[in-house]
């Protein structure tokens, strides 16, 4: 089992940054690929960005490619994602998940925080 959890959202304006982070417990930490997602009100659940096991690959959706940065630190069991220039349309709660799979599928994924809401105001 790997428990998630993370932090640093917050209600920024439009241009600003922030950096989320997502610790794991447990031992295994290096063993999995991790992921981000986003979940606007009344939309899906999207893929963010991954990162393999050893941190080096990485993949974004479109429409955060340049703005975003995922990363990884594993003798922290942590995952981070810089997000700058945010927009009004990044507006959502983001998640972090740990799979076995260095996938943009949420279906891979076996693993899930909690979420924490990212506000960006125009």
């Known amino acids: 089992q790997v428990q998630l959890v993370e932090a640093g959202g917050g209600l920024v304006q439009a241009g600003d940054s922030l950096r989320l982070s997502c610790v794991a417990s447990?031992?295994?930490?290096?063993?999995?690929?991790m992921g981000w997602f986003r979940q606007a009100p009344g939309k899906e659940r999207d893929f963010v960005a991954v990162?393999?096991?050893?941190?080096?690959?990485?993949a974004y959706t479109d429409s955060v490619e340049g703005r975003f940065t995922i990363s990884r630190d594993n003798a922290k069991n942590t995952v981070y994602l810089q997000m700058n220039n945010l927009k009004p349309e990044d507006t959502a709660v983001y998640y972090c998940?740990?799979?076995?799979?260095?996938?943009?599928?949420?279906?891979?994924?076996?693993?899930w925080g909690q979420g924490t809401q990212v506000t960006v105001s125009s």
């Open positions: 990162i393999s096991m050893g941190g080096g690959s990485t």
């Open positions: 998940a740990a799979g076995r799979s260095y996938s943009r599928l949420a279906t891979t994924y076996a693993f």
């Open positions: 447990g031992r295994t930490f290096s063993s999995y690929a």
